[in-house]
């Protein structure tokens, strides 16, 4: 889907855990944690938020939500 995508969100994923000094894997670990609150959150806003993504029957690694909302930004 985001190839390419995803193997730029793994290398900046990478630099960032080298820049606070933790694993790649904390890292990973830490956005599932954001990723599991937000979907999970009663707001209708923010339900509608995640509907309008395409992972609408579970929520998203952490590497497919960014190569997916980088398109907003780019």
């Known amino acids: 889907m985001y190839q390419a995508k995803i193997g730029a969100a793994q ?3 990478s630099q960032i855990a080298e820049s606070e000094g933790i694993s790649y894997e ?3 670990a830490e956005i ?3 990723i ?3 979907y999970h959150d009663p707001d209708p806003q923010v339900q509608a938020m995640w509907k309008a993504l395409p992972f609408h029957d579970r929520p998203p690694t952490p590497l497919e939500l960014i190569a997916c909302i980088s398109d907003q930004f780019i």
């Open 26 to 28: 904390e890292v990973v």
């Open 36 to 38: 599991q609150l937000g």
């Open 32 to 34: 599932e944690k954001s």
């Open 11 to 13: 290398r900046v994923l």
